[in-house]
């Protein structure tokens, strides 16, 4: 099992939700934790605050859409800290419109954002890990990167590909000792998805749940608190879905 006491981790789309619940839930653990966001806002503003508490906290602007902008930010990731023995691949958008209404710029923005920002997020931390003898990563999926859904095509295409990538990658480097797991969590209450946002929409959402609730981003935290520190996990999507994919 590995401890989390002093290892170095990106988490990106960390500024907000998942990735800050994420931040929070390593920073607990004693870990050194960069926070990659392109919303400088929301994370200065999480750096600030968790600052007051944890010493080993960063604020990192990059989009992760932008091979160059993640080579940046590990290799500054590096310099900073030392090392690095985690990314939480965790940045994502979605787009909802049919699919035959789509623009090309539309469709190719979740792409770029939720599936090629996985592979410079990875490809950039396993050079590291290479020269340290291992590490982890971590990519958050979907449930919709498993079933289908009406109007969000690009979404759930992109996070296909990302359990594609996972497993790919896990064994591709399992013999590195660099582990690749991802999270496919169901609905969780976040910025967008809210019962104020969602309207009546939102009611059924909560029904497609068996457990009768949305998610909260803790649980999905605590998912990659689990996948970072179990040294015999790789190569799985975890699902973290109040059962929604077991009907
Ligand atoms: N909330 C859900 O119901 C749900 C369900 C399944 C999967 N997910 C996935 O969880 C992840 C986090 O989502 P969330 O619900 O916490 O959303 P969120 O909108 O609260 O957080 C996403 C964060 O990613 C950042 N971000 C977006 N594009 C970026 C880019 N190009 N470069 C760097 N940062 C970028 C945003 O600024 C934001 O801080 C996403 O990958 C999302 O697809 C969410």
Redesign the pocket.
Known sequence: MTNLQGKVAII??G?????LATVKAFLEKGAKVVI????EE?GKAAEQELKQTYSDVLFHK????EEQQVERLVAETVKHFGKLDVIFN?????VQKPSHELTDEEYKRVIS??QD?VFYGAKYAIREMLKTGGGSIIS????LGSVGEPTSMPYAAS?GAVNQITKSLALEYADRNIRVNAIA????E????NKEALGDFYDGLVAKHPLGRLGR?EEIAHAAVFLAENDFVTGTTILVDGGYLAQ
Do not use: E, W
């Open positions: 990106t789309g500024a907000s939700g998942i990735g990659a966001d392109y919303n929301h990059v989009n992760v859409a965790n940045a994502g958008i979605g954002i939720n920002g958050t999926s979907s449930i996070k969590p169901g609905f969780i976040s910025g967008m998805v981003p």
